[in-house]
């Protein structure tokens, strides 16, 4: 997914006709009165060979106050704030109302780009609504009809351009991985700065309190929370100074309950989960302690390891808590039992409501980070690898001792390992788990992935092939001096 659109506009222009077209469900109700859709409704759009999120909106009504409008128009300017691209619908045969010129003076401030479109403009009837839209000072728009699906190709040339925007974007977003090391560098560029903030992913079911921690987070209420649905970002992030770190966080779906949705459902909110955690350096595992280490926070755990991205969990609502010791100790033993891979992971324990417990999330997340990054002399791993096969010497199969001649870091982000040994295929997995485990405690690297590889170098000597050149060379010698004719 490149980028997300959201379909804005007055009540009953036909928004959700032309989501249900992109998506090409009939996921949005659709009605001619006005006021159907009420909370947000997302789906996974195509148009050609473009693929994006698309959001269905209420419609714009100008209501400010807490009435269910003023809450739904509250959720609409939520999705024009953080959608990447708005879509401006208007009623070609109604013409443009006070109600299209207002709204088009809030996106003109608020929207990061605007594209309108005048919908039901089939036939001569829409022709003048259509060209009463220049006046709005949106660009040209669009002559579409969702309901027979006209205007689709040039909705199409409209949104490409943008589409390729986004997508560099993404790329230049994405974190840097897999960075290779020289022996001795010790640079401190990974550090967060205001132009290259640390990159966070929070993740969690839809009742974990995922939102309420981030705008704790924020200090100020920049994603709703309450019965509304959420928006679900891949690629859209929200800076931060978390307690005087630069941070970009991603907001991601919810993954749900497996009993509460159908498995196409659920596919689709880890799978919007599976991206955030690609953009992330660091991913935060929310948890609900009524109902800890679910399958979807495992399986996002565990591939966040995989992906080689540092892992923090927070368990929330804290608060609520009587037995808080008892609550801890049960918490750990899961942890270890279930995620044996991120051994050694910060748990830290936060109340998203009252904001307790932050400074502990905000610690864990600088410290994982800084072990993402750490990187270690060649030097030092060579006298402690030489310390780990004196204490417990690899195996002997056949009679042949297996050597681990030479070790050294080949990357960080995460810490990547290389190490030199004969008989590599030999060499069982439980020995690899000890040095990884030592490690781990010996060069204070808990939790984040560590990468270790073995490559064979057989029975080879260094110096072999020159004690030959040389050994080749005297025997050249005498051979000559053997041919000589005496007296010579």
């Not at 994006?52 to 999705?79: K, N, P, W, Y």
């Not at 779906?253 to 799978?271: I, P």
């Not at 368990?315 to 008892?326: C, F, I, M, R």
Request: proline residues 5%; aromatic residues 6%; charged residues 30%.
């Amino acid at each position: 997914m490149s980028f997300t659109l959201a379909i804005v506009g007055r009540p009953n222009v036909g928004k959700s006709t032309l989501f249900n077209r992109l998506v090409g469900k009939r996921l949005a109700l659709v009605d001619d009165q006005p006021g159907v859709t009420r909370d947000l409704r997302e789906g996974q759009a195509r148009l050609g060979d473009l693929r994006f999120i698309v959001i269905d909106s209420a419609g714009l009504e100008m209501a400010d106050d807490d009435s269910l409008q003023g809450r739904m128009r509250r959720l609409t300017e939520r999705a024009v704030d953080e959608a990447d691209i708005c879509l401006f619908v208007l009623d070609a045969r109604a013409g443009v109302t006070a109600a299209d010129e207002y709204f088009a003076d809030i996106l003109r401030k608020r929207a990061k780009h605007v594209i309108i479109a005048a919908n039901k403009a089939e036939g001569r009837a829409g022709e003048t609504g259509a060209m009463e839209a220049y006046a709005l000072g949106l660009g040209e728009p669009l002559r579409i009809s969702a309901e027979h699906g006209e205007g689709m190709d040039d909705l199409y040339r409209a949104l490409q351009p943008l589409a390729e925007q986004f997508a560099a974007q993404n790329i230049q977003q994405a974190p840097e991985t897999d960075v290779a090391v020289e022996d001795g560098d010790e640079t401190e560029d990974w550090r967060p700065s205001a132009s290259k903030p640390l990159q966070i992913a929070v993740i969690g079911r839809p009742n974990a309190g995922k939102s309420t921690l981030i705008n704790k987070i924020l200090g100020e209420d920049r994603l709703l929370t309450g019965p509304e649905a959420g928006i679900t970002r891949d690629s859209i992030s929200v800076g931060a100074d978390f307690m005087g770190t630069p941070m970009r966080i991603f907001d991601t779906a919810g993954m749900r309950k497996k009993a509460r949705v159908t498995d196409k459902v659920e596919k689709l909110s880890v799978a919007d989960g599976l991206r955030a955690v690609r953009f992330a350096e660091v991913v935060v595992v929310l948890l609900d302690v009524g109902i800890p280490f679910e399958q979807q926070d495992l399986r996002i755990a565990d591939f966040a390891e995989t992906e080689g991205r540092a892992v923090v969990v927070a368990a929330n609502k804290w608060d609520l808590e009587e037995d808080k010791p008892e609550k801890l100790k049960e918490l750990r033993e899961s942890f270890e039992r279930l995620l044996p891979q991120l051994k050694g992971a910060p748990l830290v324990t936060v109340s998203a409501r009252t904001g307790k417990g932050l400074d502990r999330l905000h610690n864990a997340i600088i410290k994982a980070h800084e072990v993402w990054n750490r990187r270690i002399t060649t030097a030092r791993l060579n006298q402690w690898l030489s310390a780990m096969t004196e204490a417990h010497p690899p195996p002997a199969p056949g009679g042949r001792r297996i050597r681990l001649r030479y070790m050294t870091q080949v990357k960080t982000r995460p810490p990547a390992f290389v190490v030199m040994a004969t008989h590599t295929d030999k060499l069982p997995d439980s020995y690899a788990r000890y040095l990884v485990n030592g490690l781990r405690t010996d060069f204070d690297m808990p939790g984040t992935p560590i990468r270790l590889t073995f490559r064979d170098q057989g029975e080879k000597n260094p110096y072999k092939a020159k004690a030959n050149k040389i050994s080749q060379s005297g025997a050249l010698s005498k051979h000559k001096n053997r041919q000589k004719p005496k007296g010579a």
